[in-house]
């Protein structure tokens, strides 16, 4: 399955199901930001001693959450880019066959860096980012199929993801806005 071609329908604060009327649009920006500042307030709770400690299961320390996440939001903005520009994002067609290799080649390369120092390149990114956002038209975000609901809905729920994994594994849970 390509990348973003998977499902994302959660209800959330501010569907329009709450009667709020809510656009997908507004939602889509919210949630996008809300899920990113709630992993890094998870990232923020891990204790230092356990940053860098690797499940036993395999899956990855919270320094290599952080260097998996930084990695992806780079591709994610230029995804953005290229959909702002008029072109279909090539991030959409990634092979999954790749994703794994590419998934350790970016902890590998990104991880080395403390956990800290993570977590303020993905605050300076999505910043950067959120300006490319703000550009998407509305009417491109409420469609549904399209490439820039597609990944906003994605990068929203990866994020999601990896901060439920640090909650279950670390006992920590960043406090609900």
């Given at each position: 399955m390509p990348f973003g071609r998977r499902p994302v329908g959660r209800k959330s604060a501010g569907s329009a199901e709450d009667g709020n009327g809510w656009s997908d649009a507004q939602r889509l920006r919210y949630w996008w930001q809300a899920e990113r500042a709630q992993l890094l307030q998870t990232l923020a709770l891990v204790p230092d001693e356990s940053a860098d400690d690797a499940a036993a299961d395999g899956a990855w320390s919270a320094v290599g959450v952080a260097a998996h996440r930084l990695f992806w939001e780079a591709e994610e903005r230029a995804a953005i880019e290229e959909h702002l520009g008029g072109a279909v994002p090539s991030l959409l067609n990634f092979p999954t066959k790749r994703i794994d290799?590419?998934?350790?080649?970016?902890v590998s390369s990104l991880g080395a860096r403390p956990l800290p120092a993570l977590m303020r390149a993905l605050e300076d990114l999505r910043v950067r980012t959120a300006t490319l956002v703000?550009?998407?038209?509305?009417?491109?975000l409420n469609e549904p199929g399209n490439p820039a609901r597609i990944l906003l809905g994605v990068?929203?729920?990866?994020?999601?993801?990896?901060?439920r994994e640090l909650e279950a594994r670390f006992g920590v849970a960043a406090p609900d806005d």
């Open positions: 290799s590419t998934n350790a080649a970016a703000e550009r998407l038209p509305d009417d491109d990068a929203l729920e990866h994020d999601r993801e990896h901060r």
